[in-house]
């Protein structure tokens, strides 16, 4: 399909913000793409811009919707806890060496909603098991790394149903360039103005060192203990080499650590997950001490039940999150079907592994500390949305005394 010109120069300012802002690569780095096939083009500019800003080696790997198919359809049953443990430790290694990631996301978000849940369940636990060592340097930052999303017609299919392909890519392209900043004169500008707005909301929070925050709304009466040693982020910060990019592009996220074994209450999703090409609607839980007791979905269950079991860590939380209700991705009115976006859109909590980087004295502590103050462990990292505008939020001190933090989705204090 021929682009216009004004589609190839916002494509180009997409790859340059990806290269520049998201995963600011170095001089003499190497970067390792991941992207769905139909993403060339972006990976095409990206690696262009990573040259000129002195990559020393693009490396892309590309996945594709019909093998991955293939193997649901006719691999043998004994085949499904094997995964590429050499692929992954090589990029394991990669990223020690001092190598940067970058993923573009845009595969169909519903494309193992007909396959088998205990198939899909297998496979996603061995890719898990054999990715850990790669992703924990990635949850602990310890490589500049960032996400950036190519809009293929599957996704844009789902997004928008009841238009024709090539309108309902248009669309999603444009609430993907609009939505990751690029839509404006100076885009790296933009991104210096919007990081340091989520920096001073961090700031401020990591000022407070609230002990608790009480989320109440409908059907959510849910209290989130915040991890001893806990630090808020958001937007751009230093990974561990040293090296400053902002892992999402987009992001209108503040977030943190918290405690896996104090959070208490029930909460409903306020958006559906798509997660690994499944749907799952309508998530209501229960927590007692950190764990998920109850859990239903109107849609996924049987997959909502598996991600569950995936091990010890996967029924404890490993992120919280604040975003506005009026974040411009949550005022689009878009329901993206995808985690990038729509995580963006409401407060959020994520299932699974913490994020090191939202601790204290990471660089002295063993992963035994890390835990003891309430840091989770996990093959997974599953975020999904529990914030909209009919949500309160508010921070608990350390003396059990309340101060409103968000009323109706929305900041109550602006530093």
């Known amino acids: 399909m021929a682009l216009s010109p004004q589609h190839e120069h916002l494509l180009d300012r997409l790859a340059e913000v990806a290269v520049r802002v998201g995963v600011n690569i170095a001089h003499g780095q190497q970067l390792l793409i991941t992207a769905p096939l139909d993403a060339v083009p972006l990976v095409r500019r990206i690696t262009e811009h ?22 649901f359809h006719h ?181 943190t650590t918290p405690h896996a074994r104090k959070v208490s209450g029930t909460v409903r999703a306020t958006k559906p997950l798509f997660h690994q090409g499944t749907l799952i609607d309508d998530i209501a839980v229960r927590f007692e001490e950190g764990r998920i007791v109850e859990a239903r979905a109107s849609q996924g269950q049987a997959v909502l039940e598996r991600i569950l079991d995936t091990d010890d860590g996967a029924r404890r939380l490993g992120e919280v999150a604040l975003v506005p209700a009026s974040s411009p991705i949550s005022e689009s009115g878009i329901l993206f079907r995808n985690t990038l976006f729509d995580e963006n859109a409401a407060s959020h909590i994520a299932l699974g592994q913490s994020y090191a980087k939202c601790m204290l004295d990471t660089d002295t502590l063993t992963e035994a500390h890390l835990a003891q103050q309430g840091a989770n462990s996990s093959f997974i990292h599953i975020d999904w949305m529990i914030g909209s505008s009919k949500i309160d939020v508010d921070a608990i001190n350390h003396d059990g005394t309340r101060e409103p933090l968000m009323r109706q989705g929305e900041w109550s204090n602006q530093p």
């Open 75 to 255: 691999a043998a049953d004994d085949t499904l806890d094997t995964a590429a443990d050499w692929l992954h430790d090589g990029m394991a290694t990669a990223y020690r060496k001092g190598a940067a990631r970058m993923a573009i996301t845009g595969g169909n978000p519903v494309l193992l909603a007909n396959e088998d849940p205990e198939r899909v369940s297998r496979v996603a636990r061995a890719a898990s098991r054999a990715g850990r060592p790669a992703m924990e340097l990635i949850t602990r930052f310890a490589i500049n790394w960032n996400i950036v999303a190519f809009a293929t017609p599957a996704w844009a299919a789902q997004v928008f149903p009841d238009l024709p392909e090539k309108e309902a890519v248009s669309r999603l392209w444009d609430a993907i360039f609009q939505a990751s900043r690029v839509m404006v004169d100076d885009p790296v500008a933009e991104w210096e103005a919007h990081n340091a707005r989520l920096h001073r909301r961090a700031t401020w929070l990591n000022d407070r060192r609230f002990a608790a925050l009480h989320f109440s709304g409908p059907d959510t009466d849910l209290t989130v203990g915040l991890a001893d040693g806990h630090a808020w982020a958001g937007g751009a910060e230093p990974a561990g080499n040293g090296i400053v990019c902002n892992p999402n592009i987009p992001t209108e996220e503040v977030f």
């Open 50 to 71: 990573a040259y000129r800003a002195g990559a020393s080696l693009v490396t892309p790997f590309y996945a594709d919707d019909t093998t991955t198919l293939a193997r």
